[in-house]
């Protein structure tokens, strides 16, 4: 009887850590991809800011949209970046206590 429970707790705690090492690889790789996307919005941030720095010569209202367009997308990109580093401080604050 021992024997019986002591093979069904076997197999249910294999099943168990393959599930777990699925899911860790998963957020582990889901880290790594939050990591470079944060990267690449650093940069197009600073990309668009410079662009933004430019002064309009010409006052058509067509361009006039697209400037305010794109300022709208860089305060898009920084407020997305916030958030995520944000939900990254809390994770790092739970790990450590």
Known sequence: MIEIL??????????????????????LNLQEAVENALDVI?????????????????????IKKVHEDIKASRDSLLYIANIIGRIEEDVEAENER
């Open 6 to 27: 002591a093979v069904i707790l076997l197999v249910t705690n294999a099943i168990t850590a393959t599930y777990l090492y699925r899911f860790a690889k998963i957020v």
């Open 42 to 62: 650093d940069k197009r941030y600073v990309s668009i800011s410079k662009v933004l720095q430019i002064p309009l010569f010409y006052d058509s209202p067509e």
